[in-house]
Structures are given as structure tokens and as C-alpha cells.
């Protein structure tokens, strides 16, 4: 199976640059896939994960906040769009700004698939993103009930999401979802969130991460939401675990845009994981998320697998 494709995703918006990776990965059928960040990658780091597979493999290969790339990092790339590789698909995040555009230039003129990812910020723009979201889930939702998802959720984009999801599995299908369910939901918030069981697999508490993800499913939890409690969560302890460890959680709360309270629970699940183990973590919550959403026979099996794998990849202490 040869794979071959240049897939540049633009701005900072998290859940749409992960959904487009996701899709590439999905897209891919089965291709290996690699996942590189800018925060922990090395000189050398791209070449090596670059350099054409001894066994004619596919490969999807990412690189993600390419903006943030030392010089000599961003010419690995320019060596590589020089001379691609047939068997790779190479998707490359920028998040966008001045930074890093010589090497944005560069990979435009290589003519890349180009995903726009642009932070959503304006209140209408909000609005077209919920609609949209109804529109892809096949679901009808009123001017109203729009409008209160936006007013109770729309500091994050994730949490829009896994809301939309939730009520087009909640509300009975071929009902136009109205206010009053937007309110129901609100109101009946289930207790037991993706969060318990985030906290479960980033603790490597294997058994308790399984009983909390069942426990979450059975009380209408929506899959998509757990996948995006644990990404958030796994970025917390990326974002994180690159802070100096003498600092004060309260000095840093401001650069890493964190509370002190989730810096500190996040320093307490660190022990265990290593940058390796992190980027392993990353890379099969991304299949976990394209099999939840249809690559998959069982989308519950695979979440199932993967929060087992994840919990299990971190080290005992």
C-alpha cells in the first residue's frame, strides 16, 4: 500500500487541528503512524523518523506546532519536501503567526492539502460551529437551543463538542432537539465524567480506569467525550511536564494558561511518564478517536483497548 500526501493544518484551534490528524490517520488504513512534537523533538529527530522505511511500509508521520521548530529542525523538513518519501503522508501543524513562516513558505510551495484550524472565537462563529456540528451528526437542533449551548459552553470548543454528540445520542432520533433538552442535559449533568475516568488511566490505576469507563458508558456518557477528556488531559501533563520543576504553580499558571490546583495535580500524575511514553499515549488516543467515530467494527472495544494500553504504558513509581 503506498501512501504518499503533504497535509498542512493552519491555526490554533486544538479540536479541529486533532480532528484533521485524526482523519489523515483514519485515511491511512492501517499506515504506521508517528507523532512528533516541537516541544520534545531532537536534532536529528525528523530526519530519522523520515528516512524511508526498510520495509516499503506506509507511514503517516506528524509534527505537530511546527512553528515553534529551531532552525536546524525546520531545514530537516526543507530536506524532505526536497525529496518525499511515496510511502509517507507528512502532516505538519502550524499554529499559526510570524513565527516559523520562512518554513511555512517552504511547505506551501510543495502545493500541501491545507486544513484551515483557525481559533474560533466570534459568538456567530460559535453559532455556525454548533449547527454544523448537528449538521454532521444528522440531527436538527433549534435557533434557541443553539443559542443556549453557545451561552452555557462556548468558552471551549471540545466541551461544545462533546455536548452536541451527547444530546444528538440522548434525544430521541428524528426529534428536533429543542431548549428544553438543552436544559434537561444541563440539569442532569451525569456524575460520573470523562474526567474520573482521565484521571484513572493517567494515574496507571488500570482496573479502576476500566469500572469508571464502564460505570460512565452504562450512565449515557458519550465516547467522543471521554476521548476528549483524556486528550485534554494528556496536553495538561504535556504542557506541564516541559515547566521547570522549581517553579511555583502559581508563577506558572499564567504562562502555561493552567489554574495552580491542575498544575499541581498534574505534577503528582507526571511521576511514571516519560516524554516517550506521553507521545505513545497521544498517538493511540488519535486511533482510539477515528475508531469511536467509524473505523472500527467496535468502537467500545476500542476504547476500551486503548484506555488499558494507556494506563498500562505508565511506569510504576
Known amino acids: 500500500m503506498a501512501l504518499v500526501g503533504l497535509t498542512l493544518i493552519q491555526g490554533g484551534e486544538e479540536l479541529l487541528a486533532d480532528r484533521a490528524i485524526a482523519a489523515a490517520i ?10 512528533l512534537h516541537s516541544e520534545t523533538l531532537e536534532l536529528g529527530g525528523i530526519t530519522d523518523a523520515l528516512a524511508p522505511s526498510l520495509f516499503g ?23 524532505y519536501l526536497e525529496n518525499p518519501d511515496d510511502g509517507v503522508h507528512l502532516v505538519l501543524w502550524h499554529k499559526g503567526g510570524v513565527k516559523g513562516k520562512a518554513l511555512l513558505d517552504k511547505i506551501k ?25 448537528f449538521s454532521r451528526l444528522g440531527r436538527k437542533i433549534s435557533v434557541d437551543a443553539v443559542q443556549a449551548i453557545v451561552d452555557a459552553l ?18 430521541i432520533a428524528g426529534k428536533a432537539i429543542t ?7 444541563q440539569q442532569g449533568r451525569i456524575e460520573t465524567t470523562g474526567y474520573d475516568v482521565a484521571d484513572a488511566v493517567l ?3 488500570t482496573d479502576l480506569a476500566l469500572i469508571t469507563l464502564r460505570q460512565a458508558l452504562e ?12 486528550a485534554g488531559s494528556l496536553r495538561t501533563l504535556a504542557k506541564v511536564s516541559g515547566a521547570s520543576r522549581g517553579a511555583k504553580s502559581f508563577d506558572l499558571a499564567s504562562s502555561l494558561g493552567l489554574p ?3 498544575i499541581d495535580k498534574a505534577r503528582r500524575q507526571l511521576s511514571g511518564w516519560t516524554p516517550s511514553t506521553l507521545a505513545g499515549a497521544v498517538v493511540a488516543l488519535a486511533q482510539a478517536d477515528a475508531d469511536i467515530k467509524g473505523a472500527a467494527a467496535d468502537p467500545i472495544y476500542a476504547l476500551e483497548r486503548t484506555v488499558i494500553a494507556i494506563s498500562r504504558s505508565k511506569n510504576p513509581v
Open 179 to 185: 431548549i428544553e433538552d438543552v436544559e434537561k442535559f
Open 203 to 205: 494515574d496507571g490505576k
Open 219 to 230: 450512565t449515557g456518557v458519550d465516547p467522543v467525550l471521554i476521548i476528549t477528556a483524556l
Open 109 to 133: 510551495k510543495a502545493k500541501p492539502t491545507i486544513v484551515e484550524a483557525d481559533v474560533i472565537k466570534k459568538e456567530s462563529d460559535k453559532t455556525d460551529f454548533v449547527k454544523s456540528e
Open 260 to 262: 495552580p490546583w491542575q
Open 154 to 171: 462556548g468558552s471551549d470548543m471540545r466541551e461544545l463538542s462533546g455536548t452536541c454528540s451527547q444530546l444528538a445520542a440522548d434525544v
Open 57 to 79: 511500509d506506509a507511514r503517516v508521520i506528524v509534527i505537530k506546532e511546527i512553528q515553534d521548530l529551531a532552525s536546524d529542525l525546520a531545514e530537516e523538513i526543507s530536506e
Open 26 to 35: 483514519s485515511e491511512g488504513n492501517g499506515a504506521t503512524v508517528t507523532s
